[in-house]
């Protein structure tokens, strides 16, 4: 089993008591544990990602992880973007246009990092026995947006999934070492 599953196994474990035979508390202890020495936010990652079930409805209706990862986020994004000078701030507007752009950026790489599947064919590639004509087969959704504003997406799609193949790389190697 993999260190995601056991994360989501042990947020649905009734009871974090560390038996022997369930280990249950393990996985998440790791998690704080990477977290205090990586990213910050690789276990609300993990959490949003596997465990809170369809991913598009529950960005609709909201759940408290993923009103705090995209806080988070689109902070992040925030930072990144003034560290990249993607805009000039210059004047007050320019300063209100940035923030825009980056919170549009936040909100759609999460969305589509967290289920980038194509809409026609819910991912599977075929379409009425037939490839998917929209996804030309590949399952992929498109991340939507313009020019300069979905560049800009599609490369925090990427921050986010070495984030969190980080994040699970730090916390397998200490579950490794508590066993
Ligand atoms: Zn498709």
């Known amino acids: 089993m993999g260190y995601a599953d056991r994360f989501v196994m042990s947020l649905g474990a009734s009871?974090?008591?560390d038996d022997?035979?369930?280990?249950?508390?393990e996985p998440l202890a790791a998690a704080a544990l990477a977290d205090?020495?990586?990213?910050?936010?690789g276990a609300l990652l993990t959490r949003v990602k596997y465990a809170d079930g369809s991913i598009s409805k529950t960005f609709e209706s909201g759940t408290q992880n993923l009103a705090q990862l995209l806080?988070?986020?689109?902070?992040?994004?925030?930072?990144?973007?003034?560290e990249r000078k993607w805009v000039k701030e210059g004047t007050e507007w320019d300063?209100?246009?940035?923030l825009t752009l980056y919170r549009r950026v936040a909100e759609r790489s999460l969305a589509y990092w967290l289920d980038g599947k194509c809409g026609t064919c819910h991912g599977t590639g075929t379409a009425t026995r037939m490839i998917c004509q929209p996804c030309r087969g590949?399952?992929?959704?498109?991340?939507?947006?313009?020019?300069?504003?979905?560049?800009k997406a599609l490369d925090m799609v990427s921050e986010l999934e070495s984030l969190l193949q980080a994040h699970n790389g730090r916390a397998a190697a200490m579950?490794?070492?508590c066993l």
């Open 15 to 17: 009871t974090l008591q």
């Open 95 to 98: 300063v209100r246009a940035a």
């Open 36 to 41: 205090l020495t990586g990213a910050g936010f």
């Open 138 to 151: 590949t399952g992929r959704g498109e991340i939507g947006g313009g020019g300069f504003e979905r560049e």
């Open 20 to 25: 022997a035979q369930h280990h249950a508390a």
């Open 71 to 82: 806080r988070i986020w689109t902070n992040r994004v925030t930072e990144k973007g003034r």
């Open 175 to 177: 579950l490794r070492s």
